[in-house]
């Protein structure tokens, strides 16, 4: 069964750079069977996509934050990783990472990890 | 950008059906899918591709898509079903999640 973990600071500052990893195991983020995404909520708020990755280092992001997004993949630790700039108090949120069952246009999230609570503030 | 509606809440006392709507334009021209979440926990798919269950699911989650509204069904509510559901669909390449609907089991 293939498990995904967050990771990374708790904090950022306002105008830094969030930078957070996703371990995944029981799974090698190397298949060509997966996409592999970020998603984030706001406190008392709905889910919000960040975007995906897929082996090949094609990755696509939601138009609302693509210019701040970097999504990346380390194969050597399977693991991928989002980078987030520029940040301001509306990025505080609980990020996701998951994977998705393909790139089809019906593309389920069907693994989730934990989440990771992340706040803005100086 | 495309926008999905759902109810804010809805109330089912234990042993009824709860229905939950999703609206979109041309919504049942997507495919979509139905996420739970339970306070303090990441969401877990119920229902994908309108009206699949994933292993494990209850045969009490039930889905359609039809038009421009998708709507979740669980039939026989249990306390377990209380969360929080989201519906989800894809614009092009980008996710979309409904605004979210609170189940209460009363």
């Known amino acids: 069964q293939v498990q995904l973990q967050e990771s990374g600071p708790g904090l950022v500052k306002p105008s830094e750079t969030l930078s957070l990893t996703c371990a995944v195991s029981?799974?090698?983020?190397?298949?060509?069977?997966?996409?592999w995404s970020w998603i984030r909520q706001s406190a008392g708020k709905g889910l919000e996509y960040i975007g995906r990755?897929?082996?090949?280092?094609?990755?696509d992001c939601n138009p609302s934050l693509r210019s701040r997004v970097t999504i990346s993949l380390d194969t050597s630790k399977n693991q991928l990783s989002l980078k987030l700039s520029s940040v301001t108090a509306a990025d505080t949120a609980i990020y996701y990472c998951?994977?998705?069952?393909?790139?089809?246009?019906?593309?389920?999230?069907?693994?989730w990890g934990q989440g990771t609570l992340v706040t803005v503030s100086s | 950008s495309y926008d999905l509606t759902q109810p804010p809440s809805v109330s089912v006392s234990p042993g009824q059906t709860a229905s939950i709507t999703c609206s979109g334009d041309k919504l049942g021209e997507k495919y979509v899918c139905w996420y739970q979440q339970k306070p303090g926990q990441s969401p877990v798919v119920v229902i994908y591709?309108?009206?699949k269950r994933p292993s494990g699911i209850p045969e009490r989650f039930s889905g359609s898509n039809s038009g421009n509204t998708a709507t979740l069904t669980i039939s026989e509510t249990q306390a377990m079903d209380e969360a929080d559901y989201y519906c989800?669909?894809?614009?092009?390449?980008?996710?979309?999640f409904g605004t979210g609907t609170k189940v209460t089991v009363l």
């Open positions: 990755i897929y082996i090949s280092g094609s990755t």
């Open positions: 591709q309108d009206l």
């Open positions: 989800q669909v894809w614009d092009s390449i980008t996710a979309v």
């Open positions: 029981g799974g090698s983020i190397s298949s060509r069977s997966y996409y």
């Open positions: 998951a994977r998705l069952d393909s790139g089809s246009y019906h593309a389920t999230f069907d693994h």
